[in-house]
């Protein structure tokens, strides 16, 4: 259902954003005809809106089956709405970067404040006799009790966070949005990363419930959102796929970011949620020395378009001859070289594989978040007992 | 705002601050602050630790139930954070709304020199996300006083979240009309789903005897039967309306937006009929909860909504009187009217609600002609600024000598006042200034909002028995 109205509605609302305004220039087709050509943006709004009123659908069916975790529910729903809401207003009035940290913070209050679940840890088996030894509590141990409660029983086992863990949890709020974001700028990109990370949270779901799990509970929750939000992100990703006929915006970004938070946290596997995002890791990590200004950031980071060959090209920033030689080893090898590939992930790909086309591109790095997917999930279910012993 | 502006605001503030300190005026706030500080701290910085001191303090009840004073006095904290929230924002946010377009002229000062500013538009958002995070503190206060009640401040949460998230879209996108007019209704639906309460509405006495007679059903009663169902126990006084009961609800949220969307036009209107409606809501939910009456849980929770909205409301008004610097767009009127359905769907007092929007269906009722085109609808029906005498005056359609003769003072007229209360107050009481003009009709809505209190309390009694 979810598809079929996004699928409908976002022709007939594009024509809206590009009447006011809310438009940008596709900025991967310079030199082509297609560079002149405003293309609607911010249309993330469609799916977030068809998503809450299948979420609202959802809940009255849910409400009668579960009423212990409606209230879950309901607090999910206007964290998300509130994200949406701000991220909308950071498409139309363009908030400066230090705002656009605060504003995930803002909306996952709801959820911090309802929150009545666990906010106790598990510590690797590895790590426990570093805060307890022959039931005594180690010197660690007894200085981190000034911040968190070491669960003695347990014999190092458990540490109950209290308020630091809610803290996490808005942390991961920030953090999902923000790094969908930065990986982000060819067509097709931010759909389709949450549309894979949709998919293999959705996996991970099905397999905990069908193996009959004692969190059987958490996972239905979160199947029943990421099934809608799967929906409403495919029928965008068939408008956003190149050639892109709408852009997404940061409306978008922020509201996948915040679905994505708020499973993981309602459902409690956030740990594996993250194993899902590593691909916008590694970007981010990556992206670090240009974010925070170590090396200078221009305004666009998105591969270059060579309008000659018809394919996408690492973007560039300016340097003298002798800066930055330890960036330089992977463009050709030209130490004095006058220009450095922009720090992202997307530019690295284009480095290590040679020029492709945005739609190559595109798919290549979706295969690779695919493969990332698989391996966090092999981590999840194989190498965790290594750390964990359950 | 001048001193002036001041008093004129206080004034329908006053008789729900008086019930207010009447009802605070038990404990002393410094002790009831102190408390809570003392037991935060306790609860949060020494993890683990059981035992919580509240012996300076009590806030319970004997039978265990929170006491309302210390409450309200935290909603009352509460507000006055989003007050000086709001107050602070608006100017920070407005030039942001300006730099990407989202502004309008003043279209009540053609003709002077401020009729070529841009005045930033939209700004409703500013009260709208203030609003919503005040709640959201509450929230954390109240999940702990009445955990029953937290699924329904959720879902009124929802819905007005919901509502200003469109609202904002339809100030930036401009939806047609007709979309419009869903929008209150697809934000209505978490309300709708999770509403728990009673569908049931009591008839009036003297309609009881046209549903049953003599304990059993008159043919009008069996009639309704196909639609609803008529509580044979009670003699025709209670009728459950089940669906029908949610779709009253939904219309009820189209119905505040739009009412108070079409009374607008001047500076300082919207922000300040709300701002007086709000103020006749919270005296009625205080004056239930002084009296101690069964629904004083309901009024409790109206009453916490009602604050928050307050106190964005007046540093919105601050902002927006006349001469405005910045305009609340359909954004503020989406946002008060949806938290305004939102506090009587679920404070159950919807016929009192609607006793205080008298004038705006009277506003609506008067406009239906032009709404409906029965009559030429022009796109602006605001009045007119007439740049000598630095007055406003109507505003006017353009139509033939012989036509619509029923609204004209003289028989040949080739203009005719456009059909709001608006136009209506200028032709009855003659060109006044825009400021004035505002407090005329705010000074209406007062009145209005006192007559309906004297309706809910005196001749109520004569409609039903209790």
Not at chain 2, 248 to 267: D, H, P, Q, R, S
Request: charged content about 15%; overall charge neutral.
């Amino acid at each position: 259902g979810g598809y079929v109205a996004t699928d409908r509605l976002i022709p007939i609302i594009k024509m809206y954003t590009l009447r006011k305004g809310i438009s940008g220039k596709d900025l991967g087709k310079r030199g082509t005809e297609f560079s002149s050509r405003d293309v609607p943006e911010a249309l993330g709004v469609v799916p977030g809106s068809i998503f809450l009123i299948c979420l609202t659908f959802c809940l009255v069916g849910y409400a009668t089956s579960h009423p212990t975790k409606l209230l879950d529910c309901n607090s999910a729903l206007l964290s998300i709405c509130f994200m949406l809401f701000l991220g909308f207003t950071d498409d139309v009035l363009d908030w400066p970067w230090r705002y656009k940290l605060f504003l995930p913070t803002i909306a996952s209050l709801p959820l911090l404040c309802c929150y009545e679940g666990s906010t106790s840890i598990v510590i690797p088996i590895q790590l426990r006799s570093t805060l307890m030894k022959d039931g005594l509590l180690t010197p660690l141990s007894k200085l981190l009790c000034y911040f968190v409660v070491v669960d003695a029983n347990a014999d190092g086992a458990i540490v109950n966070l209290g308020i630091w863990y809610l803290l996490y949890m808005s942390m991961l709020a920030v953090f999902c949005t923000n790094a969908i974001n930065i990986y982000a700028g060819i067509n097709g990109l931010e759909a389709g990363q949450s549309y894979v990370i949709g998919c293999a949270v959705l996996l991970h779901n099905l397999i905990e419930i069908q193996s009959d799990s004692q969190s059987k509970e958490n996972h239905l929750f979160s199947v029943m959102i990421v099934l809608s939000f799967v929906g409403v992100t495919l029928a965008l990703l068939k408008h956003n796929w190149y050639p892109a006929s709408v852009f997404v915006g940061d409306t978008y970004c922020y509201f996948a970011g915040m679905v994505f938070a708020v499973v993981g946290i309602l459902g409690h596997f956030s740990k594996t949620l993250l194993l899902f995002f590593i691909p916008q890791v590694i970007n981010f990590i990556w992206s670090i020395p240009q974010l925070f200004k170590l090396v200078p950031c221009p305004r666009h980071r998105l591969p270059k378009f060579n309008a000659k060959t018809g394919l996408m090209e690492p973007s560039t920033f300016e340097c003298k001859p002798h800066e930055y030689r330890w960036l330089k080893f992977l463009s050709n090898g030209n130490k004095n070289g006058t220009e450095v590939a922009n720090m992202t992930v997307i530019n690295l790909f284009l480095q290590i594989f040679g020029p492709m086309s945005e739609g190559n591109l595109c798919t290549a790095l979706l295969v690779g978040q695919i493969l990332c997917c698989s391996l966090g999930l092999f981590f999840r279910y194989n190498l965790a007992q290594v750390f964990f012993d359950e | 705002m001048n001193l002036n502006g001041h008093i004129l605001s206080s004034i329908p503030f006053l008789p729900p601050c008086y019930l207010l300190v009447n009802i605070l005026l038990d404990y002393s706030p410094l002790q009831v602050v102190t408390s809570w500080v003392q037991s935060f701290v306790q609860r949060h910085v020494q993890v683990g630790n059981d035992s919580i001191d509240l012996s300076s303090f009590q806030t319970l009840h004997d039978d265990g139930t929170v006491l309302v004073g210390p409450q309200l006095l935290a909603y009352v904290i509460v507000a006055l954070f989003g007050y000086w929230a709001t107050d602070y924002l608006i100017p920070a946010i407005k030039a942001y709304t300006l730099k990407r377009g989202i502004s309008g002229k003043d279209l009540g000062k053609r003709g002077t020199a401020l009729a070529e500013k841009d005045v930033p538009e939209a700004l409703g958002i500013v009260p709208g996300a203030i609003f919503l995070i005040c709640l959201i503190l509450c929230l954390v206060g109240y999940s702990t006083s009445h955990p029953t009640k937290l699924l329904d401040l959720n879902s009124a949460l929802l819905s007005v979240c919901f509502m200003l998230f469109l609202g904002f879209t339809d100030d930036v996108l401009d939806w047609p009309w007709r979309y419009k007019l869903v929008l209150p209704t697809v934000a209505s639906l978490p309300l709708l789903c999770c509403y728990s309460g009673s569908t049931s509405i009591v008839v009036p006495i003297q309609m009881r005897s046209w549903l049953m007679q003599q304990g059993n059903l008159t043919i009008l009663g069996k009639m309704s039967c196909y639609f609803i169902v008529v509580d044979e126990n009670a003699d025709g006084a209670i009728v459950n309306l089940g669906l029908w009961y949610l779709l009253y609800m939904g219309m009820l949220a189209v119905f505040c937006t739009n009412a108070i969307n079409i009374y607008a036009g001047i500076n300082g209107l919207e922000a300040g009929q709300a701002y007086v409606i709000a103020c006749a809501v919270l005296f009625h939910n205080l004056l239930e909860i002084q009296a101690d009456s069964q629904s004083k849980e309901n009024h409790l929770f109206s009453a916490m909504i009602m604050l928050s909205f307050l106190g964005v409301t007046l540093a919105l008004l601050k902002h927006n009187w006349y001469p405005a610097s910045v305009f609340v767009g359909d954004t503020f009127c989406y946002f008060a009217g949806m938290t305004f359905a939102v506090v009587g769907i679920l404070g159950h007092f919807s016929k009192t609600l609607l006793l205080f929007f008298i004038p705006q269906v009277l506003n609506f009722i008067y406009s239906t002609p032009q709404l409906f085109k029965i009559v030429p609808c022009p796109r602006h029906r605001l009045p007119r600024f007439n740049a000598k005498t630095g007055l406003m005056e109507p505003s006017t359609f353009v139509c033939k000598p012989d036509q619509y003769r029923w609204l004209k003072k003289r028989r040949d007229d080739t203009q005719v006042a456009n059909m709001t209360v608006i136009n209506l107050t200028l032709q009855l009481f003659g060109p006044m200034s825009e400021r004035s003009l505002c407090i005329v009709l705010l000074g209406g809505q007062i009145i209005f909002c006192t007559f309906g209190l004297f309706v809910r309390y005196y001749i109520s009694l004569f409609f039903f028995d209790n």
